[in-house]
């Protein structure tokens, strides 16, 4: 992966849901696990799982094949609103306070940002 020139705005936080658009996973509805914004990538729960081949660390010790979730493309995929349960572009808006808030461009509802650890 190379890195991009400049860091990518993530609509995308940790712990929502999303819809992969693109892929041999199109159509699964997963939560993302991690974001990559240096990148422009998003790791997202039992999809794009490739096999990672990892070496013996001791004597003795056999190697084995790990399946690991690979990181998509923040393109590839769509935020679910938790409120009308579709597919939907983000709106930023900002609130009477100054902080920006996340709004479905579908129900005009606002999308929490509830990190999870």
């Given at each position: 992966m190379a890195p991009l020139t400049q860091q990518v705005k993530m609509t995308i936080r940790r712990g929502?849901?999303?819809r992969i658009l693109r892929g041999k996973d199109r159509g699964k509805k997963a939560?993302?696990?991690a974001?990559?914004?240096q990148v422009g990538r998003i790791l997202v729960e039992g999809v794009n799982m490739v096999k990672k081949h990892v070496r013996p660390k001791r004597a003795g010790e056999k190697g084995q094949?790990?399946?690991v979730a690979a990181p998509l493309n923040?393109?590839?995929v769509q935020l679910v609103c938790p409120?009308?349960?579709k597919g939907t572009r983000v709106l930023r808006r900002r609130t009477a306070e100054g902080a920006l808030e996340r709004v479905c461009k579908k129900c005009q509802e606002v999308i929490p940002s509830k990190l999870t650890s």
């Open positions: 929502d849901t999303v939560r993302v696990l974001t990559l914004p094949r790990v399946v923040i393109a590839s409120a009308c349960g």
